[in-house]
C-alpha cells in the first residue's frame, strides 16, 4: 500500500523523514537513488536525458514546470512527469514539499498567484495520485489519511466553504449530522446503524457516501493544511533565520514561475477574424471609444457614480491587462497578468482617480466612500487600497455592454465609426487600437 506521506506530505510519517533528512545544502546534488526511480516509473516518457531531475532541487523546480504546464498548455504530455505519480518516489517528494512550502513562503505573499498555483496544484496532484492506486489499497489509505488530517474528531461543513463555492463539491453530495460531515464508515454506522431496519447499513453507507466525495474533502483539507503551514512559516521568517538553500530556491521561482508562465498566457484582444489581434499593453487613449473618452474628460452629477466606478474601473483594468476576456472561457484575476500591481497601481488606477477628479463635482470629495467600490469591482474586497491579500474576497467585474450602457448611461452613449457591429467597449477598443497599431510607422 502507498505511505501516507504519499499523499499527505504534512502527515506525521513526512515529517519524520524531514528530520531525517539532513543537512539542507546535499538538495542541489545529484541523487542516483532519485535518477534510477525516475528512470524506471512505468509509462514514463523522456526524450531527453537532460530534463531528467538529477537533484531535488530538479525535482522541486519540476514539480513547478508540471503545475504550469498543466494549467495552461494544451498540448500537456503527462508522460513527461509521470515519477510524479510514482509512489517510491515519496521520500524525494516530501522533502521536495516542504522546501518548495518554505521557498515560497519567503518568497511570495499568502494570496499570490505563485501561491495559488503551488497549492492549487497539490490538490490535482493528491487526486491523480489516488486514482493510480488499486480500490481497496485507495480506500484503506484515505481513511488513514482522513483520520489524521482530522484535528478534533470531526469535519465541519464550513471548513468546506471554499471547495463548496468552487461546485466541485455540492452540499447535496454531502451526509451531514449536527454540522459535521459523516465520511468514514464506523463513523456511519455509530451514528446511523440503529436507522435502518431492512437494509444493511454497511450497504447504505457504500450508498450515501461515495468514494470521489471523500476524495475532493481528503484534497481539499490537505490543501488548507499546506496553505496554513505556508502561513506559520512566512509568520516565523520574521524571527528565524532562513537557510540559504531556501533563500536561492525562493529566488529561483521569482524569475522561474513568470518566465514558464510568458510561454503560455499569451494575452489578446478579440479571436482573430478580419481585424486580427490586440496585445495587452499600454493604454491608447486615441482608441478609446466615445463613452470612454467622455467619462475620461468627465460626467456631471447625477452619473458620476456608475459612469467611474461600474463602466471605466471595468473598462481601463481589463483593457489595460486582459482585452481578450470575451474571446476566453478562462477565470482571472488581476494578479494573473500584474503579479506586483505595479500596473494597477501606476497605471490603471491614476486614470480613473483623475477621471473621478473631473467629474462635476469631483467624484470623491462628497463620494469618498466609492474609492473602496472601485478597489472592489477590481477584485480586492472592500478596503481603500489593493492588496495582494485581499484579492478574490470581491470579483473583478468585466466591462458593460453597450445595451447596459444605453440603458444606465444614456448621456454617455454617442455612437460614432468606430462603434459600427460592436456590443461592447472593450471590443471596440480592442479594434481600434489594433488599427492603429497596424497604421503606425515602424522604427
Not at 290 to 311: H, M, Y
Request: hydrophobic fraction near 35%; glycine fraction near 4%; include cysteine.
Amino acid at each position: 500500500m502507498a505511505e501516507v506521506s504519499y499523499i499527505n506530505p504534512l502527515s506525521n510519517e513526512g515529517r519524520q523523514i524531514i528530520r531525517q533528512y539532513g543537512d539542507l545544502n546535499q538538495i542541489f546534488d545529484e541523487d542516483e537513488s532519485l535518477i534510477d526511480i525516475i528512470i524506471h516509473t512505468t509509462n514514463q516518457k523522456i526524450s531527453d536525458d537532460s530534463i531528467i531531475p538529477k537533484s531535488y532541487h530538479d525535482l522541486a523546480i519540476k514539480r513547478i514546470q508540471w503545475a504550469i504546464e498543466k494549467k495552461n498548455n494544451k498540448n500537456f504530455t503527462q508522460s513527461e512527469f509521470e515519477y510524479l505519480t510514482n509512489e517510491n518516489l515519496f521520500t524525494q517528494d516530501v522533502v521536495t514539499f516542504h522546501i518548495l512550502c518554505q521557498a515560497i513562503a519567503i518568497q511570495f505573499n499568502l494570496g499570490s498567484r505563485e501561491t495559488r498555483l503551488f497549492v492549487d496544484s497539490l490538490g490535482t496532484l493528491i487526486l491523480e495520485r489516488l486514482s493510480k492506486i488499486p480500490p481497496m489499497s485507495r480506500a484503506e489509505i484515505i481513511d488513514e489519511v482522513l483520520d489524521e488530517v482530522k484535528t478534533d474528531g470531526a469535519i465541519h461543513w464550513k471548513s468546506l466553504r471554499d471547495v463548496v463555492a468552487s461546485k466541485k463539491l455540492k452540499l447535496t453530495e454531502l451526509l451531514i449530522d449536527h454540522g459535521d460531515i459523516i465520511l468514514q464508515q464506523d463513523d456511519f454506522l455509530y451514528r446511523f446503524a440503529n436507522e435502518f431496519q431492512d437494509r444493511s447499513p454497511e450497504r447504505m453507507y457504500g450508498i450515501l457516501i461515495g468514494d470521489s466525495v471523500k476524495e475532493q474533502i481528503l484534497s481539499r483539507l490537505i490543501m488548507q493544511k499546506t496553505e496554513e503551514y505556508i502561513a506559520r512559516i512566512k509568520e516565523m521568517s520574521a524571527r528565524i533565520e532562513i537557510h540559504p538553500a531556501i533563500l536561492k530556491i525562493g529566488e529561483e521561482l521569482k524569475e522561474f514561475i513568470p518566465e514558464e508562465t510568458s510561454k503560455y498566457n499569451q494575452y489578446y484582444a478579440g479571436s482573430g477574424g478580419i481585424y486580427g489581434t490586440v496585445q495587452a499593453g499600454k493604454l491608447n487613449p486615441d482608441a478609446f471609444p466615445p463613452c470612454i473618452k467622455t467619462t475620461v474628460e468627465g460626467v456631471s452629477s447625477g452619473g458620476r457614480n456608475d459612469a467611474i466606478v461600474l463602466l471605466l474601473t471595468s473598462f481601463a483594468s481589463y483593457a489595460r491587462l486582459y482585452p481578450r476576456i470575451f474571446a476566453s472561457d478562462e477565470t482571472v484575476k488581476v494578479s494573473d497578468m500584474d503579479p506586483d500591481l505595479s500596473i494597477t497601481e501606476n497605471e490603471i488606477l491614476p486614470l480613473i482617480f483623475d477621471a473621478a477628479d473631473n467629474c462635476t463635482p469631483p467624484l470623491f470629495e462628497d463620494q469618498p466612500q466609492e474609492k473602496i467600490n472601485i478597489i472592489s469591482k477590481l477584485g480586492f474586497g472592500m478596503h481603500d487600497r489593493v492588496d495582494i491579500n485581499h484579492e478574490g474576497e470581491t470579483k473583478w467585474y468585466t466591462p458593460m455592454s453597450c445595451e447596459k450602457i444605453k440603458i444606465h448611461l444614456p448621456h454617455l452613449c454617442h455612437p460614432d465609426k468606430s462603434c459600427k457591429g460592436i456590443n461592447n467597449p472593450l471590443s471596440c477598443y480592442g479594434r481600434k487600437k489594433f488599427q492603429l497599431d497596424k497604421e503606425a510607422p515602424k522604427d
